[in-house]
C-alpha cells in the first residue's frame, strides 16, 4: 500500500497507527540495483530523518574507498510505501545519499543525479517539468542454472511455456500449447499461460502505488511486459525500482524465476525498455506543434539530441555486455538512428497522440540493465543540447528500415556495436552531460571504471560457442 505522505511528521503518525515494526531505507547502486538497510521503527525517531542514517559507503561498489567510507542516507517522506513481501509490517522509504561532512548530495548518487538534472532543466528557462514513461520487459523461467569456472562454462534455462519443451516428459503431462520462436504476441490462455501470473504482477504493482494500465505475452516465448504509466522524471525513475521488485517477487513466490537480462534467449527477441519523454513548462507541453506529425521544433531539436549523443547515451542506457547481444538488426531492435510517427524500427517513435498532451518521443533502445535515474536523466540532457543548438534531426524515416538497400543503410547512422564502444563513446562526449553539473566528471569516471570491469570480465572469459567453432581448427 502507497500512502500519501507530506513530511516527517506524517511519516511518524503512520508507523504509529499502523504499528509498522521496521522502515527499509532503500535506495539505488550506480549500477541500477536496489540496496537497502532496515531500520527498527521505535529506532527512527524525529531526528533520524532530519539527520538521516549513517552507512558504510566502501561497500557499495564505485562508490566510497575504505578510508572515507561514512555516508548518509536521507529517507524521502513522500515515497513511504508497505513492503507486501515482507513477514513483519515493513515501510519501504526511498532514500538520497548525502555526503555527511557537508549535507550536500553526493555527486555519484544516481537519484541526486537525476535531482540535479531537473533543477538544471528548470534554470535553463527551457521547461520546468520532464515526464518519463518507462516500459520494461522481462522473461519468466521456471529453471536457470549457469556456472563460470576455469574449466567449465555454461548455462542452462528452462521454461514450461519455451518451444524447446516440446517434447520434454512432464509428471502432469505436456499439454503442447505454447507459442513458437517470436510466437507471443498475443495468443490467448493457455498459449499465454502467465495470465494469472502476470495479472497478479499488476495487483502488487498497483498496492505499492503504481500506475498501471495493462499487461500482456511479449514476442518471444516466457517474455511479458507490464503497463505502467508516465510520470515526473524522479518518481518515473522510482517506479521502475518498484515494477521491477514487484516483477522479481511476485515471480519467486509463484516458484518462478524473473529476468531483466536484455538477451537471454538465442534466435528470438530481447527485452527492452522503451522510454517515452517529453518536456513541459507553466502546464504546457512543448513537443506538440504544426511539424511532421504535430511536432514542434522544440520537439524535433530534442531528436536531434538524442541522436547526436546516442553512443554516449548507450553507456546509461544499455550499459551492460549483454545489452548488444539484442542490439542487432532482425529481433526488431531499434538500431538505427531514425525517428518516425509509424515506423517501430526507428529508434525514436512518435506514438500516436490525439492531443497535443500526449505529444512526445518513445526512445525505443534502452534496456532494463539501466539504471533508470542515470538513462533518463543523460536522455533529458541530451535532448536539452539539441533543444539549446537546435539540432534538427533531419527528415523522418516512414520506409521499414530493416527493408533498406545497402546503398541507403550506409547513410543511417546507428548505436553502438558493444559496451566497449559505448564507454569510449562516453569518454569522447561527455561535455553535454555535464551542464550545470549535473552529471560530475568524477562520477562518470567511477561509472566508467565500474563498466570498464565489466568489459574485461566479458572479453577475457572464453565463451562455449567458441569451443564449437575453434576447438578443432
Not at 48 to 70: H, L, P, R, T
Not at 77 to 87: G, H, I, K
Not at 358 to 384: H, I, Q, S, W
Not at 459 to 468: D, G, L, N
Request: proline fraction near 6%.
Amino acid at each position: 500500500m502507497a500512502f500519501d505522505c507530506k513530511n516527517v511528521q506524517d511519516v511518524i503518525n503512520l508507523v504509529q497507527e499502523n504499528d509498522i515494526e521496521y522502515i527499509d531505507l532503500r535506495f539505488t547502486d550506480p549500477r541500477g540495483k536496489w540496496q537497502h538497510l532496515t531500520m527498527c521503527a521505535d529506532a527512527m525517531d524525529e531526528g533520524a530523518f532530519e539527520d538521516g542514517v549513517m552507512f558504510d559507503g566502501s561497500s557499495i561498489e564505485g562508490w566510497k574507498a575504505i578510508n572515507e567510507s561514512d555516508m548518509t542516507l536521507m529517507p524521502d517522506p513522500t515515497t513511504a510505501v508497505l513492503d507486501p513481501f515482507s513477514a513483519q509490517t515493513s515501510l519501504i522509504l526511498f532514500c538520497d545519499i548525502l555526503e555527511p561532512s557537508t549535507g550536500q548530495s553526493y555527486e555519484r548518487d544516481p537519484r541526486g543525479v537525476a535531482k540535479k538534472g531537473l533543477a538544471y532543466l528548470a534554470s535553463s528557462g527551457i521547461g520546468d517539468t520532464a515526464y518519463f514513461g518507462a516500459e520494461p520487459e522481462f522473461f519468466v523461467f521456471d529453471d536457470v542454472r549457469f556456472d563460470v569456472q576455469q574449466n567449465k562454462n555454461f548455462y542452462e534455462i528452462d521454461s514450461e511455456e519455451a518451444p524447446y519443451v516440446s517434447g520434454k516428459i512432464f509428471e502432469e503431462g505436456n499439454f503442447g500449447h505454447r507459442p513458437k520462436t517470436k510466437g507471443g504476441y498475443f495468443p490467448v490462455p493457455p498459449v499465454d499461460a502467465a495470465h494469472d501470473l502476470r495479472g497478479e504482477m499488476v495487483a502488487v504493482g498497483k498496492e505499492m502505488g503504481l500506475k498501471m494500465d495493462k499487461h500482456h505475452h511479449e514476442v518471444a516465448p516466457a517474455q511479458h511486459e507490464l503497463g505502467m504509466l508516465f510520470e515526473t522524471l524522479v518518481k518515473a525513475a522510482d517506479n521502475v525500482q518498484i515494477y521491477k521488485y514487484a516483477v522479481h517477487m511476485v515471480a519467486h513466490t509463484y516458484g518462478k524465476t524473473a529476468t531483466f537480462m536484455p538477451k537471454p534467449i538465442i534466435d528470438d527477441n530481447g527485452s527492452g525498455m522503451h522510454v517515452h519523454q517529453s518536456i513541459w513548462k507553466d502546464g504546457k507541453p512543448l513537443m506538440a506543434g504544426s511539424g511532421y506529425a504535430d511536432l514542434s521544433d522544440t520537439c524535433l531539436y530534442y531528436i536531434g539530441g538524442i541522436i547526436k549523443h546516442a553512443k554516449a547515451l548507450n553507456a546509461f542506457t544499455n550499459p551492460s555486455t549483454n545489452s548488444y547481444k539484442r542490439l542487432i538488426p532482425g529481433f526488431e531492435a531499434p538500431v538505427l538512428l531514425a525517428y518516425s510517427a509509424r515506423n517501430r524500427s526507428a529508434s525514436c517513435r512518435i506514438p500516436f497522440a490525439s492531443s497535443p498532451k500526449g505529444k512526445r518521443v518513445e526512445v525505443r533502445f534502452p534496456d532494463c540493465t539501466a539504471n533508470p535515474y542515470l538513462a533518463f536523466t543523460a536522455m533529458m540532457m541530451a535532448g536539452l543540447d539539441g533543444i539549446k543548438n537546435k539540432l534538427h534531426p533531419g527528415d523522418a524515416m516512414d520506409k521499414n528500415l530493416y527493408d533498406l538497400p545497402p546503398e541507403e543503410l550506409a547513410d543511417v547512422p546507428t548505436v553502438c556495436g558493444s559496451l566497449r564502444e559505448a564507454l569510449e563513446s562516453l569518454e569522447a562526449d561527455m561535455d553535454f552531460l555535464m551542464q550545470g553539473d549535473v552529471f560530475t566528471k568524477d562520477m562518470i569516471e567511477g561509472y566508467m571504471d565500474l563498466k570498464w570491469e565489466e568489459v574485461y570480465n566479458f572479453e577475457h572469459t572464453p565463451h562455449p560457442v567458441e569451443y564449437q567453432m575453434y576447438y578443432s581448427c
